[in-house]
C-alpha cells in the first residue's frame, strides 16, 4: 500500500509479522472450538429427539439420529392440554414483554436525564435490587395478599423490570446527542414527543435487544407460575413439559408400557427443541441489532 508524504511516496506494509500470523491462526482455532462446543451439544439434543429409545439407551447417537421416530413428539402434542399451555406461554412472553419495556424505556429514559433531581437515589434504589432481594416467602405472601394467584399478572408483575437490562438502556441513552432534545424542546415538542419521535426511532438496537433478552427470559420462565398458578390450564408449556418429564421419569422408575419407555428416554431432548423453537424463529431477525445495541448501550455512559 503506497500513501503521499509532500513529494515523497510512503510505503505502508500491511503486519505480516510471524507473532500476528500465531495470533490469527490461533484465534482462528480457538473460535472454530467455541462454534464446536457450542453447537455439538445442540445438535445432540435434536439427534435424540428423533432417535429411538433403545439407540439413545446404548449412547448410539451423536450427531445423528439412530432409529428415526417421532413417537416422542406424537406422545408430547397429542395432549390438547399442551397446545393450551402453548398458548398460555404465547400470551405471556407477548403481554410481559410489552409491559417490561414500557416500564424499563421510561425509567431508563428517567434517569439517563442528569439533571433529574433525586437521580442517585434512584439509581440506587434500582441497583439495591440486584443484591437484595425479599425472598421466596415474602414474595408469595405478597402476591397472595394482592390477589394475583391464577392470574397471568402473578408471572408478568414480578419480573417486569429488569435492572441490568435498565442500565443498558440508560447508558444507551446517555449516549444520544443532546442537541436533538433541545432541538426539539425549542420547537415546541413535549418531554413524551421527544421520546416517541426523537429518541425511541434512534434507538432501534437496544430496543430490539431488550425485547430479544426480555421475550426470552418470560418465555423460557417455568417456576414463578409453577410457584403463583395451581390451574393446569394457566400453566405456561414450559410447566407442562416439566411436569411431563417428571410423569416420565417416576413411569421409568416404576415400571412402564414401551410407550412411556420411549417417551422417558428422549423426552427431555424433545422438551428442549419445543421449548427452543420460536427463540430460534426470532433470534435471526433482531440479530443485526443484538451486538450493535449491547455493546453501545454498555460501553456508552
Same mark, same amino acid.
Given at each position: 500500500?503506497?500513501? *503521499?508524504?509532500?513529494?515523497?511516496?510512503?510505503?505502508?506494509?500491511?503486519?505480516?509479522?510471524?507473532?500476528?500470523?500465531?495470533?490469527?491462526?490461533?484465534?482462528?482455532?480457538?473460535?472454530?472450538?467455541?462454534?464446536?462446543?457450542?453447537?455439538?451439544?445442540?445438535?445432540?439434543?435434536?439427534?435424540?429427539? %428423533?432417535?429411538?429409545?433403545?439407540?439413545?439407551?446404548?449412547?448410539?447417537?451423536? *450427531?445423528?439420529?439412530?432409529?428415526?421416530?417421532?413417537?416422542?413428539?406424537? /406422545?408430547?402434542?397429542?395432549?390438547?392440554?399442551?397446545?393450551?399451555?402453548?398458548?398460555?406461554?404465547? $400470551?405471556?412472553?407477548?403481554?410481559? =414483554?410489552?409491559?417490561?419495556?414500557?416500564?424499563?424505556?421510561? /425509567?431508563?429514559?428517567?434517569?439517563?436525564?442528569?439533571? *433529574?433531581?433525586?437521580?442517585?437515589?434512584?439509581?440506587?434504589?434500582?441497583?439495591?435490587?440486584?443484591? %437484595?432481594?425479599?425472598?421466596?416467602?415474602?414474595?408469595?405472601?405478597?402476591?397472595?395478599?394482592?390477589?394475583?394467584?391464577?392470574?397471568?399478572?402473578?408471572? $408478568?408483575?414480578?419480573?417486569?423490570?429488569?435492572?441490568?437490562?435498565?442500565?443498558?438502556?440508560?447508558?444507551?441513552?446517555?449516549?444520544?446527542? $443532546?442537541?436533538?432534545?433541545?432541538?426539539?424542546?425549542?420547537?415546541?415538542?413535549? =418531554? /413524551?414527543?421527544?421520546?416517541?419521535?426523537?429518541?425511541?426511532? *434512534?434507538?432501534?438496537?437496544?430496543?430490539?435487544?431488550?425485547?430479544?433478552? /426480555?421475550?426470552?427470559?418470560? @418465555?423460557?420462565? @417455568? %417456576?414463578?407460575?409453577?410457584?403463583?398458578?395451581?390451574?393446569?390450564?394457566?400453566?405456561?408449556?414450559? $410447566?407442562?413439559?416439566?411436569?411431563?418429564?417428571?410423569?416420565?421419569?417416576?413411569?421409568?422408575?416404576?415400571?412402564?408400557?414401551?410407550?412411556?419407555?420411549?417417551?422417558?428416554?428422549?423426552?427431555?431432548?424433545?422438551?428442549?427443541?419445543?421449548?427452543?423453537?420460536?427463540?430460534?424463529?426470532?433470534?435471526?431477525?433482531?440479530?443485526?441489532?443484538?451486538?450493535?445495541?449491547?455493546?453501545?448501550?454498555?460501553?456508552?455512559?
Amino acid at each position: 500500500m503506497t500513501a *503521499l508524504s509532500g513529494d515523497q511516496p510512503v510505503t505502508v506494509k500491511a503486519d505480516t509479522s510471524r507473532g500476528y500470523r500465531v495470533f490469527r491462526v490461533l484465534n482462528a482455532v480457538i473460535l472454530t472450538g467455541v462454534v464446536v462446543i457450542t453447537l455439538y451439544p445442540f445438535l445432540n439434543i435434536v439427534a435424540r429427539s %428423533f432417535s429411538d429409545e433403545t439407540a439413545i439407551r446404548s449412547g448410539q447417537v451423536n *450427531l445423528l439420529p439412530r432409529g428415526f421416530t417421532l413417537s416422542t413428539y406424537a /406422545y408430547v402434542s397429542a395432549d390438547p392440554t399442551f397446545w393450551i399451555n402453548y398458548r398460555n406461554t404465547i $400470551v405471556y412472553t407477548v403481554v410481559a =414483554t410489552v409491559i417490561a419495556m414500557v416500564l424499563t424505556t421510561c /425509567y431508563a429514559y428517567v434517569l439517563s436525564k442528569k439533571h *433529574l433531581r433525586g437521580r442517585k437515589f434512584l439509581i440506587g434504589v434500582a441497583v439495591f435490587t440486584m443484591f %437484595f432481594s425479599g425472598g421466596l416467602i415474602p414474595n408469595y405472601v405478597l402476591i397472595t395478599s394482592l390477589g394475583l394467584k391464577d392470574s397471568i399478572w402473578a408471572v $408478568v408483575l414480578p419480573n417486569a423490570v429488569n435492572v441490568f437490562n435498565l442500565l443498558i438502556m440508560k447508558a444507551f441513552f446517555e449516549g444520544l446527542p $443532546v442537541e436533538l432534545e433541545e432541538a426539539a424542546a425549542i420547537d415546541g415538542m413535549s =418531554t /413524551y414527543g421527544i421520546l416517541l419521535r426523537i429518541v425511541l426511532p *434512534l434507538s432501534k438496537a437496544v430496543i430490539a435487544t431488550m425485547v430479544l433478552f /426480555y421475550a426470552v427470559a418470560f @418465555w423460557n420462565s @417455568w %417456576f414463578t407460575a409453577f410457584l403463583y398458578m395451581s390451574q393446569s390450564d394457566l400453566f405456561p408449556v414450559t $410447566v407442562f413439559l416439566r411436569n411431563l418429564i417428571a410423569g416420565a421419569t417416576t413411569a421409568t422408575s416404576v415400571g412402564a408400557d414401551a410407550t412411556d419407555m420411549t417417551a422417558a428416554a428422549n423426552i427431555k431432548s424433545v422438551t428442549m427443541v419445543l421449548t427452543m423453537l420460536p427463540i430460534i424463529g426470532i433470534y435471526p431477525f433482531v440479530q443485526r441489532y443484538f451486538v450493535s445495541g449491547v455493546l453501545i448501550g454498555a460501553v456508552k455512559g
